[in-house]
């Protein structure tokens, strides 16, 4: 043991004297662990100095090893060093139950159960970059507690088609909006000396073929549409660590791929943390070793659970990478810059001297959660104000549809959640209406969610409908609860949906309600845009999205009008699928044949195709009703001439003009009228949620760099600013504007 002691010190010395030692301990803490914001400290010189001599006291198996999974999430630490395993979770809306050590099954812990946050489609939707922290933090401090190193999110890939599986984990259609949202969640969860995963680098669009799939798309689309997020999360969110995504791009398998590991990310943006590959992402150990991949995950099993012998050593950063490295194929310096990065990523994280303890299922993780909840409902309709609904003792309120009761924090693929409660919408309904009397039958049914199976329901459909005509016969309003679930071919990862309409014969059953009551509210629970055949028969909509643990009280809040709903659509409804961009051009688009797929849509994704096509959507990004009303007036920018180098500076009055508190989010756009290349009419430049008092008024200023306006030039594989006549679009949604500004830049 003496003998072992020494060596320790020997080997580990600097690592020693810096928990030893009180100075270099406060050094340490003062240079890389400030609580203020763990994500925007550099690495001090002292740990520099501290992983480099680590490095070279490590054997070429010992740094092998750090590079590749030890089991379902974790990898090998260094025993005789004290180099720390490093344990990673699923995410992004709740730390994922514990897994078994080389299984998917789950390990049954009896303390592992968490706070489920709503799906990040309705953190996009609050518009609310200040909430975004809260959430981070929030779920942060529940991965800290459950000891996590990683947490596997956010996920910001962008919103193509309505029929990916796995767009409820992502952020919308719009880059600046992602980009904006996921950097304060990216803070908050770093504060917890936790690493953020930022996901699916890059190109992630689809579930179906996911794996093999390749992506084909224009430079100006990739670096316009699809990467901004990525790089926010890089140079604005300091993110720690990235996820390669499943797909190839450019005939290059994403988690190993040249231009966009090596150059884009690494070189370009100056990442300094470590990329993880998507669960057996790995294809090919040269293209592991030389083209950007960091630690290899998930291979040995194929992602479901098949498995071999002593498999984790025949992963492509294993066994086969060693050999390259002592046969001298692969110089030993690239299997050092692995290490340093995953000895930098410990340094942020679990050999972080000043990391805090975290909590889980805290009465503020739970406000948290019902905050976003609530701000990130989205009312689409209220026809003759039928929201919100009094507690009157003379009403009765038919409760129908399946969503109504069904746990939606089970199923999804890898965000299911084991939760310690989650309260459904009929239950929020009945806890806050004491003096209506509440009826409730399911309507449909469907299976329960099961992972890349269907699985059928095995009660009757008709007797389900036939009850549901009758309850609505008997109430003076419905509540239907509809929408997808947490399935197979639903959303849910590793398959697409199948149709645009709702399943399980809801149309129909809508129709049938609505033809013995008129007096009908829908309510979407989902993470995609649906097809709304009954939209003109209805009296209201809500998208209300997957709300995890406070859904019903959430739901009850908005529908009672204790909360003034405020949340605004992160993506576009089309009216029919073939309106949608990427379905347009036919399968080559979407989903491609099996082994390619061509971005026809190209930079015209979502509003940006709606409004260039001049193709009318069902319901606009960005939009979203309130109980009250509001008007934005005297918009105008600090000047009407700029150049390059300037910051525009608009400002413009919000009042609340109707009768009930109530937040709105003013949105800026802005086009380029006659440019020299194909743009879309108007972006997203700029947004600020503001809550105002009835008849009350603020002033919004809102700042737009106007570098911010380059669109990415071919010609020159740089950013580009034309010069000439802008126009500044300021409203309430996409399609909703109230005024417009036009400015000119000179040069």
Not at 35 to 51: G, R
Not at 238 to 265: D, P, T
Not at 308 to 319: F, I
């Amino acid at each position: 043991m003496f003998r072992l002691r020494i060596t320790f010190f020997r080997v580990f010395g600097i690592i020693a004297i810096c928990f030893i030692s009180s100075g270099l301990h406060a050094q340490v803490q003062k240079e890389n662990f400030s609580n203020d914001d763990e994500s925007i400290e550099p690495i001090s010189q002292a740990i520099k100095d501290q992983i480099e001599n680590i490095i070279s006291q490590l054997t070429l198996e010992e740094k092998v090893s750090l590079c590749h999974a030890q089991s379902k999430f974790s990898t090998k630490g260094i025993e005789r060093l004290g180099i720390p395993e490093i344990w990673m979770s699923d995410g992004p809306h709740g730390v994922r139950a514990e897994i078994n050590w080389d299984d998917w099954g789950y390990a049954k812990w009896t303390n592992d159960s968490i706070t489920g946050f709503p799906a990040l489609t309705c953190l996009a939707a609050t518009f609310h970059p200040e909430l975004s922290e809260q959430y981070g933090f929030s779920i942060g401090e529940e991965a800290r507690y459950r000891k996590k190193d990683v947490l596997l999110a956010p996920g910001v890939n962008i919103y193509r088609t309505p029929l990916n599986g796995r767009n409820f984990e992502y952020m919308g259609e719009d880059p600046f909006l992602a980009s904006v949202m996921a950097v304060p969640y990216i803070k908050g969860v770093q504060k917890n000396g936790v690493a953020a995963c930022i996901k699916h680098y890059a190109l992630n669009n689809q579930e179906v073929w996911r794996n093999e799939i390749n992506v084909e798309v224009s430079d100006r689309a990739l670096y316009e549409i699809y990467l901004p997020a990525f790089k926010a999360a890089v140079t604005e969110g300091h993110v720690w660590s990235v996820m390669g995504a499943y797909n190839k791009f450019r005939g290059q398998h994403c988690c190993h791929n040249e231009l966009l590991l090596n150059k884009i990310l690494k070189t370009d943006w100056n990442f300094d943390g470590v990329v993880i590959t998507d669960w057996g992402g790995a294809h090919d150990t040269w293209e592991s070793a030389l083209f950007g991949l960091d630690i290899e995950m998930g291979t040995g099993t194929d992602g479901l659970g098949t498995s071999k012998v002593s498999h984790y050593e025949h992963y492509y950063l294993a066994r086969p990478f060693l050999e390259l490295l002592k046969s001298g194929e692969i110089d030993e310096s690239i299997v050092d810059d692995k290490v340093r990065r995953i000895l930098r990523l410990m340094y942020r994280t679990n050999l972080n001297p000043n990391r805090p303890l975290g909590n889980k299922n805290t009465i503020e993780h739970h406000q948290v959660a019902q905050k976003v909840a609530e701000e990130g409902m989205v009312l689409l309709k209220n026809k003759d104000a039928f929201f919100p609904i009094k507690d009157d003792k003379q009403l009765t309120i038919a409760v129908i549809g399946e969503n109504a009761t069904r746990p939606m924090t089970i199923g999804g693929g890898s965000s299911e959640l084991k939760v310690q409660f989650e309260i459904s919408p009929l239950e929020g309904l009945k806890k806050r209406y004491k003096n209506a009397t509440i009826i409730h039958t399911m309507g449909y049914a469907s299976g329960p969610s099961v992972y890349d199976k269907v699985m059928p329901s095995n009660l009757n459909a008709d007797s389900l409908k036939t009850e549901a005509i009758n309850v609505a016969k008997k109430a003076d309003l419905v509540l239907f609860f509809g929408g997808l679930n947490k399935s197979h071919l639903q959303d849910c990862e590793n398959g697409d949906r199948k149709s645009y309409h709702l399943p399980f014969g809801q149309d129909d059953l809508i129709n049938d309600i609505l033809k013995v009551n008129k007096n009908v509210g829908v309510f979407l629970i989902s993470g995609n845009a649906v097809a709304m055949p009954w939209i003109d028969e209805v009296k209201g909509i809500f998208q209300t999205w997957y709300l995890g643990s406070m859904t019903g009280y959430a739901i009850a809040n908005i529908i009672s009008g204790d909360v003034n709903p405020s949340g605004k659509l992160p993506f576009t409804f089309p009216v029919k699928l073939v309106d949608n961009g990427a379905h347009y051009y036919g399968e080559l688009s979407y989903p491609g044949d099996g082994i390619n797929e061509y971005y026809k849509d190209d930079i015209l994704v979502g509003y940006r195709w709606h409004e260039t096509k001049n193709i009318k959507p069902q319901f606009s990004f960005g939009y979203g009703l309130s109980y009250t009303s509001f008007n934005i007036s005297a918009a105008k920018t600090d000047k009407k001439l700029y150049d390059f180098k300037d910051t525009i500076k608009l400002s413009c009055n919000v009042t609340n003009t109707g009768l009930k508190d109530g937040s709105e989010v003013v949105q800026v756009y802005i086009g380029k009228p006659n440019s020299k290349v194909l743009r879309a009419v108007k972006e997203l430049k700029g947004f600020k949620k503001v809550n105002l008092k009835t008849k009350e008024t603020k002033t919004v200023e809102i700042s737009i760099d106007v570098n911010t306006l380059a669109f990415y030039d071919e010609s020159i594989s740089d950013w580009n600013v034309e010069k000439g006549n802008y126009i500044v679009y300021v409203g309430n949604a996409s399609n909703q504007i109230d005024q417009t500004i036009e400015i000119q830049v000179t040069q």
